[in-house]
Nanobody, 125 residues
Framework: QVQLVESGGGLVQAGGSLRLSCVAS????????MGWFRQAPGKEREFVGV????????FYADSVKGRFTISRDNAKNTVYLQMNSLKPEDTAIYYC??????????????????WGQGTQVTVSS
């Protein structure tokens, strides 16, 4: 059974930083693409970034590029989302997700097979 567990969310002031973690179990972690998404109240789930094993590439949404960084530790089955220079508009529930096939449509949440329960990030102004 695949499980993804996020942690590291919380309340932070604008300009601050947080690091989210996502621990995966029940799968061969190093073989899959790991994505991060977020969803703010009343809005659709939004792509944040992805780490693809297939070609060792990482992609980010324009809204977070230069501020957020994804890294992964395959030995610990963990993917991280380092978030710097946080803005109030970054406030959302953040989810990690697994794409077993490394789709090129990595911004589409429907391409992902497994999801974590989410962790709340709140950025105050």
């Amino acid at each position: 059974q695949v499980q993804l567990v996020e942690s590291g969310g919380g309340l932070v002031q604008a300009g601050g930083s947080l690091r989210l973690s996502c621990v995966a179990s029940g799968l061969t972690f190093s073989s899959y693409a790991m994505g991060w998404f977020r969803q703010a109240p009343g809005k659709e789930r939004e792509f944040v970034g992805v780490s693809r094993w297939r070609d060792s590439s990482t992609f980010y949404a324009d809204s977070v590029k230069g501020r957020f960084t994804i890294s992964r530790d395959n030995a610990k089955n963990t993917v991280y989302l380092q978030m710097n220079s946080l803005k109030p508009e970054d406030t959302a529930i953040y989810y990690c997700a697994v794409d077993r096939y490394g789709s090129r449509r990595y911004e589409n949440p429907h391409e992902y097979d497994y999801w974590g329960q989410g962790t709340q990030v709140t950025v105050s102004s």
